[in-house]
């Protein structure tokens, strides 16, 4: 998996940029808040990364915040939503607008995105109710819990196991395990069920 990149921007062509990580140039998709936060070219960038594997493709998405990153892994747990109705929905709107929008159920924010409809966007306010909290920094409540549950989850199916089985193993553990430790305890509890 990779986490973050640190590296020299390229090239900036919306929503693609071109970041150079010691001689290896990876592509990268971002939200459009991120690409305006960029640098000029020949700058150092850091950006948090998740990586999507599909069957005919690697995609590598990059965010400015991990906060950025923590709700696109919200919003790809939706059904219907894939990685580029994500990076649009981050696009046309910050946390902040989002957290607010979620809070308020105003559908019509939301199918002011390019792909939303309002039936996806129902779908949107339904699944993140509760995930979101309009604050200043943007960031979201439980998120961070939310996104090493997910790592954790993510991980023990990289490792063979099926969702049901790491979703249980994930919600065993402790609130506040980290992603190393959790991995580690769930592969116990998995081993002794």
Do not use: C
């Amino acid at each position: 998996m990779i986490g973050r990149l640190t590296g020299i921007l390229l090239e900036k062509n919306p929503p693609q940029i071109l970041l150079d990580v010691q001689g290896v140039a990876y592509e990268i998709d971002v939200p459009m808040s991120t690409f305006y936060n960029l640098p000029v070219l020949h700058e150092k960038v850091v950006l948090h990364t998740q990586l999507i594997v599909r069957e005919d493709a690697h995609l590598l998405y990059g965010f400015g915040s991990s906060d950025e990153r923590i709700a696109f892994r919200l919003l790809l747990k939706i059904s219907g939503v894939g990685p580029k109705l994500a990076l649009s929905v981050l696009s046309g709107l910050s946390l902040n607008d989002l957290a607010d929008a979620v809070a308020n159920k105003e559908t019509g924010r939301l199918v002011k995105i390019p792909g939303v409809g309002k039936k996806t966007a129902e779908r949107l306010l339904l699944e993140l109710q509760g995930k979101f909290t309009a604050s200043g920094a943007g960031a979201a409540s439980g998120m961070a819990a939310s996104s090493v549950s997910s790592d954790i989850v993510n991980a023990l199916q990289a490792l063979g196991y099926n969702e049901k089985e790491a979703d249980w193993a994930a919600k065993q553990l402790a609130k506040d395990v980290g992603v190393s430790d959790g991995i580690r305890q769930a592969l116990k509890l998995l081993s002794k069920s």
